[in-house]
């Protein structure tokens, strides 16, 4: 039987770390996985504390546009006038349509910005710091001046 040389001994030892790092890699990047119902808890207990209120279907056809087979489940929080943008949005959806799911949550906030162009100025900081993200199959339409906070928040909550 041959002696393995040092070079060779070496490189048996480098693929065995490249080979354990590409096993550890998609482990260690994998988001944590949500639950509808527990993100929808978190956000109304947030909408109850800033006296916002549920939006009904026709809210929901009217400002996002969505066919109802693209999502599962839905609930919209928001307050009541048109003169206040703070907004959570919460779409149970199939991985396939969470694509299309976004760009409606995107569409929303554009929307809210144009009506607001050229005279809300304290509308339109807030909607400077919307947020649209991805939990699994979970997408969250976060309109806020305290979006990121909150998403963390949430995050480390649940």
């Known amino acids: 039987m041959k002696q393995m040389t040092r070079k060779e001994l070496y490189m048996i030892i480098v693929l065995v770390f490249i080979s354990i ?3 550890i ?6 988001q944590r996985i ?14 109850t504390q800033r006296e916002m209120e549920k939006k009904d279907a ?8 969505i066919n109802p087979n693209e999502y599962q489940n839905v609930q919209i929080y928001g307050h009541k006038g048109a003169m206040e943008v703070e907004e959570f949005a919460i779409f149970q959806v199939d991985y396939a349509n969470a694509e299309a799911i976004m760009q409606v949550c995107e569409k929303r906030i ?11 100025t ?3 900081e807030t909607l400077e710091k919307a947020l649209v993200k991805q939990y699994g199959i979970v997408i969250l339409c976060v309109i806020g001046n305290d979006a ?3 998403l963390k928040e949430m995050e480390n909550a649940l």
Do not use: H, N, W
Not at 58 to 65: D, G, H
């Open 21 to 23: 790092a590409i096993v």
């Open 34 to 47: 949500y639950e509808y119902e527990e993100i929808d808890r978190y956000f109304q207990s947030i909408a």
């Open 110 to 120: 554009s929307a809210l910005k144009q009506s607001f162009a050229g005279y809300g």
């Open 148 to 150: 990121e906070a909150l």
């Open 25 to 30: 890699f998609p482990v260690i990047k994998a």
């Open 122 to 124: 304290t509308q339109m």
């Open 58 to 65: 026709s809210f929901l056809r009217r400002c996002y546009p």
